[in-house]
């Protein structure tokens, strides 16, 4: 399968305009403000470690947007931006505070944030699948058996208890070698990996991730300044030669993956791959991070064993989330890892919140080893089936490319051409229906054709409906589907 656009070109280019977004980021956060010098370019490129003539590039962009301006026989300096510049007239706030915010963005939460009818951006469980009456008898005798559990703190590694649980229940699935010291409790997935990035990474550290990949991953490392490397995922994993090459010529720190039932393609890494990447992350100190946030959620096969599995010297750390379809409302995620990067990892969690909540582990212990939560994941797999069939057999007639996923929430669907994703994206919120356009997944922001589907949030009749209404808006951009 082909990408949108081939990356051969853009690989030239990546470390200019990661020069160019760096020092955007640090222009944005206030760092280098109004009419502030900017470093030389000998300086910079010390800095960064690159030639000289990748930051006179990124200056020359800079320029060109009007980011910065230069001086005769001086240098260059920081342009004030139109709108900071109305916005100080504005407001009394100072320029840092201001401009502090425009840094930080999380693209896919902003379109999950806009409510619509028929919701395709969240891969999220559809909480009418959950067994919410049995919840709510469940929550009750969770407080019994713990009376003084509202007005305890967890330890920031997370509840013992559950750690143990954990523990013996991926030593049973997994054949791993674990202790519970190796467990650390996070909230959720997505607060792993901003800790696990504000340990390992620093400006401009280069840092390999897959293309395309979880939006809100790359979100959290480019505001770590990171520069990001991609990695082409196919539907037959990854070029492990490809991989090696681009160890030995970056030597990053860490590779974010996500090797099951991939967001968004939904693909899975071979179990052949698996042992031979925990090689080439030992041979060129590469730290795994594998991301597990919906292993559980196959449709006829189980996934093969996490990486984790071949792991024997502590290059893979695993971050398996269980808000996604077994209780989204507690946040319930699991870091697995050999102590070198399980300690620092604490420390990172008891300067972030000291712990995640304990009343919300021991709801989640109770409910997850109850013998209704494994029948409960089989009602899953087949709504989830059924689910995917309903989008499949509505999309049959576009002309649309995807390869269907084996297990997971989502689509991911090649549209033609002709079709801006972007303008499409505008029209179908103004008639309440949402997606995710590709191009915030892919860490060179060029998948302009793809878009994400999530077939798990919206029930069946809905998901017929609101599919139709993406296919008719959709037609109106070019020749009627086929
Ligand atoms: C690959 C991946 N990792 C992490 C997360 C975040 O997980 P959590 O909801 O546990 O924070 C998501 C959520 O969409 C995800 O798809």
Same mark, same amino acid.
């Given at each position: 399968?082909?990408?949108?656009?081939?990356?051969?070109?853009?690989?030239?280019?990546?470390?200019?305009?990661?020069?160019?977004?760096?020092?955007?980021?640090?222009?944005?956060?206030?760092?280098?403000?109004?009419?502030?010098?900017?470093?030389?370019?000998?300086?910079?490129?010390?800095?960064?470690?690159?030639?000289?003539?990748?930051?006179?590039?990124?200056?020359?962009?800079?320029?060109?947007?009007?980011?910065?301006?230069?001086?005769?026989?001086?240098?260059?300096?920081?342009?004030?931006?139109?709108?900071?510049?109305?916005?100080?007239?504005?407001?009394?706030?100072?320029?840092?505070?201001?401009?502090?915010?425009?840094?930080?963005?999380?693209?896919?939460?902003?379109?999950?944030?806009?409510?619509?009818?028929?919701?395709?951006?969240?891969?999220?469980?559809?909480?009418?699948?959950?067994?919410?009456?049995?919840?709510?008898?469940?929550?009750?005798?969770?407080?019994?058996?713990?009376?003084?559990?509202?007005?305890?703190?967890?330890?920031?590694?997370?509840?013992?208890?559950?750690?143990?649980?954990?523990? !013996?229940? +991926?030593?049973?699935?997994?054949?791993? /070698?674990? &202790?519970? #010291?190796?467990? $650390?409790?996070?909230?959720?997935? *997505?607060?792993?990996?901003?800790?696990?990035?504000?340990?390992?990474? !620093?400006? +401009?550290?280069?840092?390999?991730?897959? /293309?395309? &990949?979880? #939006?809100?991953? $790359?979100?959290?490392?480019?505001? *770590?300044?990171?520069?990001?490397?991609?990695?082409?995922?196919?539907?037959?994993?990854?070029?492990?030669?490809?991989?090696?090459?681009?160890?030995?010529?970056?030597?990053?720190?860490?590779?974010?993956?996500?090797?099951?039932?991939?967001?968004?393609?939904?693909?899975?890494?071979?179990?052949?791959?698996?042992?031979?990447?925990v090689e080439l992350a030992e041979r060129y100190r590469c730290l795994l991070i594998e991301d597990d946030a919906i292993h559980e959620m196959y449709l006829d096969q189980p996934p093969p064993q996490?990486?984790?599995?071949?792991?024997?010297?502590?290059?893979?750390?695993?971050?398996?989330?269980?808000?996604?379809?077994?209780?989204?409302?507690?946040?319930?995620?699991?870091?697995?890892?050999?102590?070198?990067?399980?300690?620092?990892?604490?420390?990172?969690?008891?300067?972030?919140?000291?712990?995640?909540?304990?009343?919300?582990?021991?709801?989640?212990?109770?409910?997850?080893?109850?013998?209704?939560?494994?029948?409960?994941?089989?009602?899953?797999?087949?709504?989830?089936?059924?689910?995917?069939?309903?989008?499949?057999?509505?999309?049959?007639?576009?002309?649309?490319?995807?390869?269907?996923?084996?297990?997971?929430?989502?689509?991911?669907?090649?549209?033609?051409?002709?079709?801006?994703?972007?303008?499409?994206?505008?029209?179908?919120?103004?008639?309440?229906?949402?997606?995710?356009?590709?191009?915030?997944?892919?860490?060179?922001?060029?998948?302009?054709?793809?878009?994400?589907?999530?077939?798990?949030?919206?029930?069946?009749?809905?998901?017929?409906?609101?599919?139709?209404?993406?296919?008719?808006?959709?037609?109106?951009?070019?020749?009627?589907?086929?």
């Amino acid at each position: 399968m082909k990408h949108a656009k081939s990356s051969g070109g853009t690989k030239a280019n990546l470390l200019f305009r990661q020069a160019y977004e760096y020092i955007v980021t640090r222009m944005d956060r206030g760092e280098w403000q109004a009419h502030d010098k900017l470093p030389s370019i000998r300086l910079l490129a010390q800095e960064l470690q690159v030639h000289r003539l990748t930051v006179f590039r990124a200056y020359q962009l800079l320029k060109q947007n009007e980011r910065a301006y230069v001086k005769e026989k001086s240098g260059y300096y920081v342009s004030p931006c139109k709108s900071e510049e109305q916005a100080l007239n504005e407001h009394e706030e100072s320029p840092r505070s201001l401009t502090a915010s425009s840094v930080l963005k999380n693209a896919l939460s902003e379109i999950q944030q806009i409510p619509v009818k028929y919701q395709f951006s969240q891969a999220l469980i559809d909480p009418n699948l959950l067994p919410n009456l049995f919840l709510s008898e469940h929550v009750k005798q969770v407080f019994d058996i713990y009376p003084k559990l509202m007005g305890t703190y967890s330890s920031a590694q997370g509840d013992e208890e559950l750690r143990e649980y954990l523990c !013996r229940y +991926m030593v049973r699935h997994h054949h791993l /070698r674990l &202790t519970v #010291s190796d467990i $650390l409790i996070t909230t959720g997935g *997505q607060q792993a990996i901003d800790l696990i990035s504000r340990i390992y990474i !620093r400006p +401009m550290d280069p840092v390999l991730v897959e /293309r395309p &990949t979880y #939006s809100a991953a $790359l979100d959290i490392f480019r505001q *770590q300044g990171a520069r990001l490397v991609p990695v082409e995922i196919t539907p037959n994993g990854y070029d492990l030669a490809a991989v090696e090459k681009l160890m030995q010529k970056h030597k990053p720190r860490i590779f974010y993956m996500n090797p099951t039932f991939h967001n968004p393609t939904g693909y899975t890494v071979p179990a052949a791959q698996r042992k031979l990447l925990v090689e080439l992350a030992e041979r060129y100190r590469c730290l795994l991070i594998e991301d597990d946030a919906i292993h559980e959620m196959y449709l006829d096969q189980p996934p093969p064993q996490p990486m984790l599995t071949y792991d024997t010297e502590g290059w893979v750390v695993y971050l398996r989330s269980f808000s996604k379809y077994v209780a989204p409302g507690l946040r319930i995620c699991a870091v697995m890892g050999g102590p070198s990067v399980i300690k620092p990892l604490i420390t990172a969690k008891s300067l972030a919140d000291n712990g995640t909540p304990l009343v919300n582990q021991k709801m989640f212990l109770h409910y997850f080893e109850s013998a209704r939560i494994q029948q409960h994941l089989e009602k899953l797999r087949i709504a989830l089936q059924i689910r995917k069939e309903i989008v499949e057999e509505e999309l049959a007639s576009t002309g649309w490319h995807w390869i269907s996923p084996q297990g997971g929430f989502n689509l991911w669907l090649r549209l033609p051409d002709f079709i801006p994703v972007d303008r499409l994206l505008e029209e179908c919120l103004r008639h309440s229906v949402s997606f995710v356009p590709g191009v915030i997944c892919d860490p060179l922001k060029e998948m302009q054709s793809w878009i994400r589907l999530s077939y798990s949030f919206v029930n069946e009749e809905h998901l017929r409906d609101g599919v139709r209404r993406l296919v008719d808006i959709a037609g109106r951009y070019g020749p009627q589907p086929q």
